[in-house]
């Protein structure tokens, strides 16, 4: 087993789709045998049989071809936690536990407040906020019924069955009668014409999750426009966006009459979320 590890690393390494191909070598053996990682380590002298082989052969060739682990093995963590993927949204991301972080500083009280996340997918950050502070009244929304569907599996599978989740086109079934303390998106923010669009996990996640018109600022233009409506006097919104967009991010938040801009970095030291309060 050991050498046949040794000899996909190789394989991944030479089609060149992978920072970590020793780690995504051992998650698909894993996977196909049905233990831990740590398994492969502890007995490295294992012999496959070819029916196992011939299973690792086809996941390898499919990350080799560069389709993400996380599709392959239909799992991601997110906030130490487990979630179901698909490729009907997004892979969630490790820097968007920086928004997570940035809620989780300026709430610290645990009950009385009400929760937005506007484009959901996965589910990801509603339901770690919706974990670490399960008296929250948390909503989760996304347009894709897939979305929806895989959003609420996660939340079962997370034991989180307080988290109000449903299909909408942003706000537009969402109720503001009692108003929102923050809300929180993960919009599309990539113009049509990035060259990123064409490279590495990406090319295998929906468009309509990625892209948004208008150089990538119409969805969150909308957003921004609009949650004046949605939140309380005093609320929150947190808005992740690409690398470069910061200036024209906090220039829209201005504009719409939002105070106490502020941009936060990733883990890689890029600006990727800004927040802002409407009062």
Known sequence: MAQTLVVA???????????????????????????????????????????????????????????????????????SLPFKVATCTLIPRPDTEVLVEEVLNDFPQTSDTRMLDLGTGTGAIALALAHEKPQWQVSAVDFNPDAVALAKCN???????????????????VSKEQG?????????????????LAQGDVRFEPASALVADEQGF???????????????????????HGYDQQTQIQAIYAEFGFTNIVTVKDYGGQPRMTKATYL
């Open 9 to 79: 690393q190789q394989h991944l390494t030479e089609h060149q789709v992978s920072d970590s191909t020793k780690l995504d070598c051992q998650l698909l053996l894993a996977r196909i045998l049905d233990v831990k990682p740590s398994y492969l380590v502890t007995w490295p002298e294992q012999i496959l049989s070819d029916s196992q082989l011939t299973q690792f052969s086809e996941l390898l060739d499919r990350r080799a071809n560069g389709e993400p682990i996380a599709f392959i093995l239909g799992e991601q963590e997110f906030w």
């Open 155 to 173: 939340a079962e599978r997370l034991n989180l069955p307080q988290v109000d989740i449903h299909q909408s086109d942003w706000f537009a079934n």
């Open 180 to 196: 929102f303390d923050l809300i929180v998106s993960n919009p599309p923010y990539i113009a049509a014409d990035d060259p990123h």
């Open 218 to 240: 119409k969805d969150i233009r909308h957003i921004i426009a609009t949650s004046r409506t949605y939140l309380k006097p005093g609320g929150i919104l947190y808005l992740e």
